[in-house]
């Protein structure tokens, strides 16, 4: 069974930073893109950051650029997004996602189609 479990969500006040894991498992995910994805109430799911996996071309939404960081070693099964300077438009559940990207990857949900976690919540408020 391939699985992906998100971690390290939780409460942080604006101006923290919180860094969110993805572990991987029934699948070898050196073969695979990365991505982060997150939905707020009432909003569709959007795309956060990825990164291929042989290119290593990596993409930010807008809103995030400057401050998140995708990061991945090829060696284990966990990926990762760090995300510093907080605010409380990052709220959201964050899911990870893997799939076949392997020159360059895309920040469209639809286009992730083979594994997605079931997601953590992140809430940023003072």
């Known amino acids: 069974q391939s699985d992906l479990v998100e971690s390290g969500g939780g409460l942080v006040q604006p101006g923290g930073s919180l860094r969110l894991s993805c572990k991987t498992s029934?699948?070898?995910?050196?073969?695979?893109?990365v991505g982060w994805f997150r939905q707020a109430p009432g909003q569709e799911r959007q795309g956060v950051s990825c990164?291929?996996?042989?290119?290593?071309?990596?993409h930010y939404a807008d809103s995030v650029r400057g401050r998140f960081t995708i990061m991945r070693d090829g060696n284990t099964d966990t990926f990762y997004l760090q995300m510093n300077n907080v605010q409380p438009e990052d709220t959201g559940i964050y899911y990870c996602?893997?799939?076949?990207?392997?020159?360059?990857?895309?920040?469209?949900?639809?286009?992730?189609?083979?594994?997605w976690g079931l997601g953590t919540q992140v809430t940023v408020s003072s």
């Open positions: 990164i291929s996996n042989v290119a290593r071309r990596t």
């Open positions: 029934g699948f070898d995910l050196i073969y695979y893109g």
């Open positions: 996602a893997a799939d076949r990207k392997m020159y360059d990857c895309t920040l469209e949900a639809a286009g992730w189609n083979e594994y």
